[in-house]
């Protein structure tokens, strides 16, 4: 693409080392230098770590023409200086790429918790419908069946903007993506045209990227509040699916200006929830919507998952999809990939896997298992490392609280010392009694205590992994699966018993 194609719209914007940039083309666009290639524009991106700036040098010597940036460079080479790369770089990814949120419908969930299986469930609900979609989020990408890996839940607007090419190329009619607070506080969604936009519910998380609670909600309300006054207005009415029993409801129906469907189980909605009949194999309610009311009787259980549900029925009917065939595809799905998963190999206890990493995700989990526990549940969990340090005694209280015996443990310590995150853990069971936790800092070897001690009838919950399929230790990323784990410590108990 032409140089001066793609900077046509950018204000504020000066070229340097150039006569006539009407003849420069780029092949690619990166703001990465170890994947720049012989045409590409080098985008100089002042990030956490570093200062992509101090890659100028090396990017043109892989091969780029053109360097965009917030300082002229001493390098030979075509430079775009504008006041802010972060902020230009989604616009210009979007144009790069032919601007294909224009050519999708595109769905995009926020909130602390829930994101990952509601736009599951909404994948789910859209393929049975036969559309063809594309799903962006923690756990990967997926194209109709195709999978990819990704390294971020949302990812960066290069990345972004050419994977939504790539479905457009496909033939994909929606796209449904997660959208962190990380991705809406850094811009990575500022190309982005959003028909939908639906919030599960806030709770803490991320206090060591967002100042507080208060900043972290205002990033979560960038969502709604950019949502049909921002970018184009030509692909017809914009909505925003909200949850009426979050507190931050009313502020997020303020923001937008978008029409608003509510969805709920306390307050009263546009679709809502009532009679939950929550069992260890499902839960059933009955939905209502201003169409009709009718028994609903889900695969998955648990409160937060007929909110997960309630979310993804809303999007799904304001795409026109009849309710029936919504709920038949709902009532299919059995589970999703590390949420509440079962590692069942014929022992007489339960062991579940689940990627609660929030106090507030915890909480649900173990309310929903003790609605049905017989005996112990004993929970085996950690806190990551180089994340929010708050939530380790908040996650440890749960845990404490809903849990006959807790073993606390690593998850992905990254750069910290694992010795001194279980010391924040640790501080809520300081005067819990002796016999109902115990900390092993190895995770395997915490999960092998748990299954050692489980009789039978007990629950043990396996938290805050989930999907994942590593352990990250330093810098370190090695392979490690709860499920896996979990499985190989049972078959060997089984052995040694006899
Ligand atoms: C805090 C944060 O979001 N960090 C993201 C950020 O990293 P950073 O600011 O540290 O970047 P940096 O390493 O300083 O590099 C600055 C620039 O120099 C460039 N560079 C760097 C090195 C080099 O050799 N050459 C080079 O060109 C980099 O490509 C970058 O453009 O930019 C990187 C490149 O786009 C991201 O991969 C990285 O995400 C890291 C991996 C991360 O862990 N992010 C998490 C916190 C995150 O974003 N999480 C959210 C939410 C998760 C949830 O759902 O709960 C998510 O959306 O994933
Ligand atoms: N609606 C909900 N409310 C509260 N907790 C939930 C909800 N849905 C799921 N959970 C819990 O949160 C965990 C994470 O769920 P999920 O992966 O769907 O959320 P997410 O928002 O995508 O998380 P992340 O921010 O890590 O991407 C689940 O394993 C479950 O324990
Ligand atoms: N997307 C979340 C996942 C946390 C999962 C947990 N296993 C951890 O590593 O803390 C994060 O990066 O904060
Ligand atoms: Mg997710």
Redesign the pocket.
Known sequence: MKISDLFQPVLHKKFFNTDNIDHVTITQI??????VESGSL???????????H??AA??VQKGAIAILCERQLDIPVLQIVVPNTSQILPLIADRFYGQPTRKLKLIGITG?NG??TTTYLIEKIMKDYSLKTGVI??IEMRIGDERYSV??????PI?LQESFHRMVVAGVDTAII?V????LE?G?VAGCDFDIAGFTNLTQ??LD?HKDMDEYKRAKAKLFSRLGNTYSFDKGQKYAVLNADDDCYEEFKLATVAQVLSYGIEKPADVSATNLNIQPEGVSFVLHTVEASMEVQMKMTGKFSVYNALTAISVCLLEGIPLSNIITSIESVTSVDGRFEKVDVGQDFTVLVDYA?TSDSLENVLKTIQEFAQKRVITVFGCGG??DRSKRPLMGAVAREYSDFTIVTSDNPRTENPTLILDDVMVAFADAARDSYIRIEDRTEAIEYAVNMAESGDIILIAGKGHETYQIIGKIKSDYDDRLVAKQAILVKRNSNG
């Open positions: 990166t703001s990465d230098s170890r994947k080098f985008a100089c991106v002042p990030g956490h770590t570093v200062d992509g101090d890659f090396q990017a602390t994101k990952t989020g923690t390294e971020n839940t949302t990812p960066e990345t997660e962190s607070s990380h991705a850094l990575r998380d991320h990227f990493h180089d994340r």
